[in-house]
């Protein structure tokens, strides 16, 4: 005798259940993650970030030609306005774009900072950007002579760019892969500085306009080899990197604003078309800031002098 014995199948999933539940849990992580940052944000810091803004508009209240007078002249420079222009902003607009680029730049910087260990390094860099930088830049700028007056914030901006890809780091070693080495980061610098010369040099087929796509290049078969050299399997770790970060909503949502701020703050840094209106956005400030930021503090992450 054959007998038949109806199949028992479990009910299926309902795909909007499995997808809200998804959601729930990002909204968890994204709330718990703010919630530690609160907790572990420091009043005092919180004041050196927010002074910067509040000594920019308070510069700009000034009358004009008061800042003018401030703005770093390179066929006559001083020691007051060379620190001063980096200060200076002559309309709404420029002081308005140098704001929104500094609360993005150093809000995403500051809470990496301080999820990744890294807050001690992150201030002191700050200061000295802040302290340092705008008399270096300008003493650097002199090495191309020209009739004109620099100001604007957009330097010290650019060495806060240059300061991220740090960030990330050590953000990345504290919450996904503790004890990872950041030997690999002078690759990442190099991929970056090529992505830099194919945005700022014009791309032609013949002439001066090989330059950018030239250096872009090169940039990436540096950062290939440096990574190679380092014995770091690119494909491998760019994988598995990849996985974590979307394993880990909140955490890794915080990794992927701040890279996706590493390669697309360049493109406002470093426009193809540098000229304005009565202006000319200064790439090579831009550039040396962006440069000296990561260099100088790499080093002193490399010999061990902040522990993060």
Do not use: K, Q
């Not at 849990?25 to 050196?48: F, G, I, P, W």
């Not at 604007?152 to 504290?174: D, E, H, Q, V």
């Amino acid at each position: 005798m054959v007998c038949e014995v109806p199949s028992v199948t479990a009910p299926p999933t309902d795909e909007r259940d499995r997808a809200a539940g998804a959601a729930s849990a990002d909204r968890a992580a994204d709330h718990a993650l703010r919630r530690e940052l609160l907790a572990s944000a420091r009043a005092v810091d919180l004041l050196v970030l927010l002074a910067v803004p509040a000594v920019l508009v308070g510069v700009f209240s000034l009358p004009e030609a008061t800042r003018r007078s401030l703005a770093f002249a390179y066929a006559d420079p001083t020691v007051p306005t060379a620190f001063a222009a980096h200060y200076v902003h002559l309309d709404v607009g420029h002081l308005a774009g140098n704001l929104a680029g500094y609360c993005l730049l150093a809000g995403v910087g500051y809470a990496l900072a301080v999820f990744g260990g890294a807050r001690r390094f992150f201030l002191t860099a700050l200061a000295t950007f802040l302290l340092a930088f705008p008399l270096v830049l300008s003493a650097l700028n002199l090495a191309v002579p020209r009739d004109a007056i620099g100001f604007g914030f957009s330097g010290i901006n650019m060495a806060l760019a240059g300061l991220l890809p740090l960030l990330l780091g050590t953000y990345a070693r504290a919450r996904f892969a503790p004890g990872a080495s950041l030997r690999a980061l002078p690759a990442v610098f190099f991929a970056l500085v090529g992505w830099i010369a194919l945005l700022a040099l014009p791309v032609s087929a013949t002439g001066p306009g090989l330059a950018g796509l030239a250096t872009g290049v090169a940039g990436a078969l540096l950062a290939v080899l440096y990574a190679s050299s380092a014995g770091i399997p690119i494909r491998e770790t760019v994988r598995e990197g990849v996985r974590t970060v979307a394993s880990r909503p909140g955490e890794g949502d915080l990794f992927a604003v701040g890279a996706v701020l590493v390669v697309g703050y360049p493109v406002v840094g470093f426009p193809a078309d540098p000229t304005g209106t009565g202006s000319v956005v200064n790439l090579y400030v831009h550039l040396l800031g962006f440069c000296l930021a990561f260099i100088g503090p790499f080093a002193l992450l490399a010999v061990g002098v902040f522990e993060t």
